[in-house]
């Protein structure tokens, strides 16, 4: 055999001998910010509808649906600066033999407001819908399929409330609680945020959970979890009781 081609074969055994780069065995707890997407968020009042009377007293039930786009949060951090909702992985995750890790979940901030004014017989409306108080807390299950990532499997739950400002008087607001429950979809996939060429972690901030432009609450970065596969970050997650929130990074 020429010395060349011993070498060559040499050099293949020496690289299949060398240990894959592994996958690391937790997803860190961090955030994950997003962007509504308006085209496909909106929330539909048939089975929750805002009651007879509402607005005025001669105004009729509502039970129709209302389009939404993000409204950018207020922050500390710049790189923020494009988002309107922010999600919290609580907990680092630890992959156990099945490659199946658990973390508690959360809302940390929503911004969202109507993409055209809210008419009825009673007037003109701005429409927004923020976060309502205390937010749930939910278990967010992470399957690893291979060193590259796999998917997610995550039940969220809001409190809302849905706020309507008289156009023509921006001193009258009505407010309207509605609880938020989404379906989860066992199709939603990940990515370890280091296979990503383009991936950029951010880091702690403060953002405005409340919607009165002053940031409030401290919120850690981004970690080692990408949701999205293949450079696709686009998520339509359904309502329970009806319409869709969309978001993308």
């Not at 988002?83 to 940390?108: N, P, S, W």
């Not at 609680?177 to 989860?184: A, M």
């Not at 002053?214 to 009781?241: C, I, M, W």
């Amino acid at each position: 055999m020429k010395r060349s081609s011993a070498l060559a074969v040499f050099a293949v055994l020496v690289l299949a001998a060398l240990p894959a780069v592994a996958a690391e065995p937790v997803i860190y707890a961090g955030i994950d910010p997003w962007v509504t997407v308006p085209e496909g968020t909106s929330v539909d009042f048939r089975h929750q509808p805002l009651p007879k009377g509402f607005f005025c007293k001669s105004s009729p039930a509502f039970t129709g649906a209302i389009w939404f786009r993000g409204v950018p949060l207020a922050s500390d951090n710049p790189q923020l600066a494009r988002y309107d909702t922010i999600v919290e992985r609580l907990d680092d995750a630890v992959f156990d033999r099945r490659g199946v890790a658990r973390t508690r979940f959360q809302v940390k901030a929503l911004q969202l407001e109507g993409i055209s004014t809210f008419k009825n017989r009673c007037g003109e409306y701005y429409v927004q819908v923020t976060l309502d108080g205390v937010q749930p807390v939910t278990t967010m299950r992470i399957i690893r399929e291979n060193d590259e990532g796999g998917r997610f499997v995550l039940p969220v739950r809001i409190n809302t409330k849905v706020i309507f400002t008289r156009v023509d008087d921006l001193d009258e607001k009505l407010e309207f609680s509605y609880p938020v429950t989404f379906r989860p979809s066992p199709y939603h996939r990940w990515t370890y945020s280091d296979r990503l060429p383009d991936a950029k972690r951010l880091t702690r901030a403060t953002v405005d959970t409340n919607w009165d432009t002053r940031p409030d609450t401290s919120v850690p970065g981004t970690s080692n979890f990408a949701p999205g596969e293949g450079g696709a970050t686009r998520f339509q997650t359904q309502l329970k009781h009806g319409g869709h929130h969309t978001v993308q990074q």
